[in-house]
T-cell receptor, first 118, second 110 residues
Framework: AQSVAQPEDQVNVAEGNPLTVKCTYS??????LFWYVQYPNRGLQFLLK??????LVKGSYGFEAEFNKSQTSFHLKKPSALVSDSALYFC????????????????FGKGTKLSVKP | NAGVTQTPKFRILKIGQSMTLQCTQD?????MYWYRQDPGMGLKLIYY???????DKGEVPNGYNVSRSTTEDFPLRLELAAPSQTSVYFC?????????FGQGTRLTVV
């Protein structure tokens, strides 16, 4: 079964410092990986995805993620954190073998709360 | 462009009551989903639909029902509300890879 793990419940970063939010996955076949962000009392917003191609994926708001097949990881990164980046971040993997065939279902991690202090 | 719209935003139900959570999207997406979000648990799929007239169960379907009579609308029905259904509910839609989410419905069953 597909699964996603976010090992950190919370990440604290000072504004201007680089940030990393970790994600590891377990899939059979090629992974379809996603990062979403959730601001308080809002729905999830798509940040970026990895389907195939370059291992470094660039997304919205200056975020990027590095796909590492050997380590089965898809860590979210940003070179310089902003206070406004404080939110809940979810890593997700698509399960093409279940719940809808080729579109499948998104299997979410538990989320990591990012706190950026001034 | 409204995207995915959910109503209501908040609701308090008494045990045993019924209600329908509304979801509509204006992006002509075939795929629609209902998730519930519990603290520290991520999101769990309740039901999904691959197109009008076609629905199927997700990971946690018990206590819920759905219908998809049009491409735009995907309502979620709770027939006999239970405290275990206290949660935040998100509707989402997709065409290909990325899903678009509504702002959520916070439901409390007392």
């Amino acid at each position: 079964a597909q699964s996603v793990a976010q090992p950190e419940d919370q990440v604290n970063v000072a504004e201007g410092n680089p940030l990393t939010v970790k994600c590891t996955y377990s899939v059979s076949g090629n992974p379809y990986l996603f990062w979403y962000v959730q601001y308080p009392n809002r729905g999830l917003q798509f940040l970026l995805k990895y389907i195939t191609g370059d291992n470094l994926v660039k997304g919205s708001y200056g975020f990027e993620a590095e796909f590492n097949k050997s380590q089965t990881s898809f860590h979210l990164k940003k070179p310089s954190a902003l206070v406004s980046d404080s939110a809940l971040y979810f890593c997700a993997v698509r399960d093409p073998t279940n719940y809808g065939g080729s579109q499948g279902n998104l299997i979410f991690g538990k989320g990591t709360k990012l706190s950026v202090k001034p | 462009n409204a995207g995915v719209t959910q109503t209501p935003k908040f609701r308090i139900l008494k045990i045993g009551q019924s209600m329908t959570l509304q979801c509509t999207q204006d992006m002509n997406h075939n795929y629609m989903y209902w998730y519930r979000q519990d603290p520290g648990m991520g999101l769990k799929l309740i039901y999904y639909s691959v197109g009008a007239g076609i629905t199927d169960k997700g990971e946690v379907p018990n206590g819920y029902n759905v219908s998809r009579s049009t491409t735009e609308d995907f309502p979620l029905r709770l027939e006999l509300a239970a405290p275990s259904q206290t949660s935040v509910y998100f509707c989402a839609s997709s065409r290909t890879d990325e899903a678009f989410f509504g702002q959520g419905t916070r439901l409390t069953v007392v």
